[in-house]
């Protein structure tokens, strides 16, 4: 249901399955919160294909969203990236179940676009570090056309930690100074201090 925050413990070896009805040309955005334990969240469509993956890979709340091709019940399958010692907390919701109305395929493609960023990022070849710029930078543009704090300040921080990653520390600095900014905008004091470990980590090594 919209809006309710269903808080459960994850146990290792387990995964937890949800459903959620929708029409076609919905709109449905989802929230995942964990702490240290890396987690999962896969929306399955009627059919059993997944439709949008949201990788929590820090402690914080993340979120992803997608439009329905389809009507019927969809699924979200909530599971641990990580061989697990013990049991797992996490919070999900359902931010938003809506018609869809436009810029929300923008907003999609600028998630779907981060996302494959921060997978392509996680090569740390020098090729999949460059595709994994690109489309960050992607992503960054798209979030620029729908004023977006949040989705922009994400962006940068990845596009950051890339440019750190490909020894380009000066243009990382840039892109960490300026999610900074964005965060404290979006009062995500959480965020802002993981950027400003990133800026601390350059100026140490420069």
């Known amino acids: 249901k919209p809006g309710v925050v269903i808080?459960?413990?994850l146990l290792p070896s387990q995964s937890h399955l949800y459903r959620v009805a929708a029409a076609r040309d919905y709109f449905v955005r989802l929230a995942l919160e964990q702490g240290a334990t890396d987690l999962e969240l896969?929306?399955?469509?009627?059919?059993?294909?997944?439709?949008?993956t949201v990788h929590a890979l820090e402690s914080g709340l993340e979120s992803g969203s997608f439009i329905t091709q389809l009507s019927g019940t969809f699924q979200l399958s909530?599971?641990?990236?990580?061989?697990?010692?013990?049991a797992a907390v996490y919070?999900?919701?359902?931010?938003?179940?809506?018609?869809?109305?436009?810029?929300?395929?923008?907003?999609t493609a600028a998630e779907k676009a981060l996302f494959e960023g921060k997978r392509l990022l996680s090569g740390r070849t020098p090729g999949s570090l460059r595709e994994s710029l690109q489309k960050t930078e992607m992503a960054l543009s798209l979030w620029r056309a729908l004023g977006d704090t949040r989705g922009q300040a994400l962006a940068l921080d990845q596009a950051g930690r890339i440019r750190s990653e490909l020894g380009e520390k000066g243009?990382?600095?840039?892109?960490?100074?300026?999610a900074l900014g964005l965060w404290k905008s979006a009062a995500d004091l959480h965020r802002r201090v993981g950027s400003l470990v990133q800026v601390g980590t350059i100026y140490r090594d420069l």
């Open 7 to 9: 808080v459960r413990k």
């Open 171 to 178: 243009e990382a600095l840039k892109s960490f100074l300026q």
């Open 42 to 52: 896969v929306a399955l469509d009627p059919g059993g294909r997944p439709v949008r």
């Open 78 to 86: 909530v599971r641990s990236l990580q061989p697990m010692s013990r």
């Open 91 to 107: 919070r999900l919701k359902i931010a938003e179940l809506r018609p869809a109305r436009p810029g929300d395929e923008t907003r």
